[in-house]
């Protein structure tokens, strides 16, 4: 019966053109609890015990109003099924985490490391090498890249069909980023590994953003460059965040220039406004400096 409804339920959101996946993923998990226990239908004190098993206060509020909203729906054609009231494990948004400039080195760093990653002579090292470092020279988001085919390498750059909102655009590489996609899939082939996927593991597909997430974290921790679980640190949508600033320094400190420049890197970096790419710059002793003389300029301007 949950089965039924929670498919039905998804297929819906779906054809309105949204992903939800992870909405998906979680009442798939409601499910299996609920089941244990001989459920048919939703009811409020199994989804508050299903909740309250979650590692952190946000997880728990997610949860929440992932399978309230699913009761809802079911409740229009079943009246047995029970929905909880709202706002029960609070209404606040997850803070949103600082960003972190990570220092080229450092980069260079993680990606070196990720060549040792096991098992040895397989693609799956090469693979989050050459994954870490795209993601440092274009600033893709990570859904992105694991979604890239090796037919979206085209002359012109990188189709990205699987941008947020279903946006679509063409992501103009540097020569040299272009080699080492070029040298990636010669490596590929040269260990047999198939798939149409641009950025493939042992297996010939894609590997999950959150494994990829968890490899990142590893692998910084491991060098030093994040402190044990538990506390914050550089994550792997930082190399996002790193490519908006060092982006940002290289163009010159004309107001005009700028204003232009953010708004080829809004469209470059897929935002559908670009107020959006303003979240992602954060000050660095670059921009600082730069914002410092301006200003100097204009006071100095006025006082004239």
Known sequence: MLSTHISRYVALHRHLGRKFDEQERQLRKYRDYAAGFGDQHTRIDRIYDWCHTSSSQYVARRRFDTVRNFSLFALAEDSAHEVPPAGVFGRGKRPRPTPHIIEPEDIQAIMAAALDLPPKGMISSHTYHYLFGLLAATGLRISEALSLQCSDLVDDGLIIRNGKFGKQRLVALQPSTRQALQAYLAIRAKLGARGCDL?????????????????????????????????????LHDLRHTFAVRSLESCPPDREAVAHHMAGLSVYLGHASVANTYWYLEATPVLLRDIAAVSEQLYLGEAA
């Open 199 to 235: 950025f493939v593991s042992i297996r010939g597909r894609a590997p999950h953003k959150v494994r990829a997430h968890i490899v990142f974290v590893r692998l910084a921790r491991q060098l030093g460059l994040r402190g044990p679980t538990g506390t914050a640190g550089m994550r």
